[in-house]
Each structure stands twice: as structure tokens, then as C-alpha cells.
């Protein structure tokens, strides 16, 4: 009788062990990092023609309201100008996002923002978007040689 008390209170710890390990290997699954992106926010019509410019990121911040809320514009998405010039898309809740901020904002240009979300492929998975303002040092960028935005669609 010894003999089996002992036998089932060892399949009994190790039954329980087995559950706490499992329970332990579920909460170690690491959960998605946020990436916080600081940058222009331009449609994506506007963006191809300007991410084959030598200064995206200075026609980016020329870029306006009224072309960014232009039908054909707003149509095709939203996306940052971040870094030296890259550029991703966003997903619907970015485009969402990106629309509503230049339908509120009273600025005509310029429309720098903080986006925070995750890369997943070629799209930026927008979990939250934040107008914001040049920081310092990119104020006191030199100004390069001007080129326009042209808008053909």
C-alpha cells in the first residue's frame, strides 16, 4: 500500500509539473514590440512620384491638405515619410487615422506626425498617430536645393 500511495502522489507532481510548465511556456510567448515612426505623412499617389526625388523627405513636408484630401489622393491610402526618406504604407486603421488628422488640422503643409504600430510586410500596422512638430534638429537642417512636387495622377 506504501508502494502505491508513493506511485500516485509522484504521477500526481508530475501531472502538475507538466501544467505549470505549460502555463508558464504560454505566458513567456513575447508580444509584438511597438515601433514608434516620426515623419511626413503623405497619400501613397504622392508618395511614388516623390520617393524618386533626391529630398523626399523636404517634399514631404511641402505636400498640402488639399491634396492629400483630394478624391483620387485619399484613395489610395496613407502612408510616412520617416528616417532619410522611406516610406511605408499604412493599414486601413492608419489611412483612417492619417484622413482624420489633416481633415482637423488648421495647417496647410507640414503635417509631421508621431506613429506608433508595427511593421507586418510592406505595411505599417497603425495603432495610434499623433500630429506633432519638427523636432529641433530637423529645423535646423540646411536647406537643400528646391525641388518641386509634381502633381501628376
Known amino acids: 500500500m506504501k508502494h502505491l500511495a508513493l506511485a500516485v502522489l509522484m504521477l500526481v507532481a508530475s501531472v502538475v509539473g507538466a501544467q505549470e510548465k505549460k502555463a508558464e511556456g504560454a505566458k513567456a510567448e513575447p508580444k509584438a514590440k511597438a515601433t514608434m515612426l516620426h515623419g ?7 508618395a511614388k512620384n516623390m520617393a524618386k526625388k533626391s529630398n523626399p523627405m523636404e517634399l514631404a513636408a511641402k505636400h498640402t491638405k488639399e491634396c492629400a484630401l483630394e478624391e483620387a489622393c485619399a484613395a489610395s491610402g496613407y502612408g510616412i515619410f520617416y528616417g532619410d526618406g522611406k516610406w511605408v504604407k499604412f493599414d486601413e ?3 483612417k487615422l492619417a484622413k482624420e488628422m489633416f481633415e482637423k488640422s488648421k495647417k496647410e503643409k507640414d503635417f509631421m506626425a508621431d506613429v506608433s504600430g508595427e511593421l507586418k510586410g510592406d505595411k505599417f500596422v497603425v495603432a495610434s498617430l499623433v500630429e506633432s512638430k519638427m523636432s529641433t534638429e530637423e529645423m535646423k537642417a540646411p536647406a537643400k536645393k528646391e525641388e518641386t512636387h509634381d502633381h501628376k495622377h
Open 40 to 46: 511626413y505623412i503623405v497619400d501613397q499617389m504622392c
Open 93 to 95: 486603421k492608419g489611412d
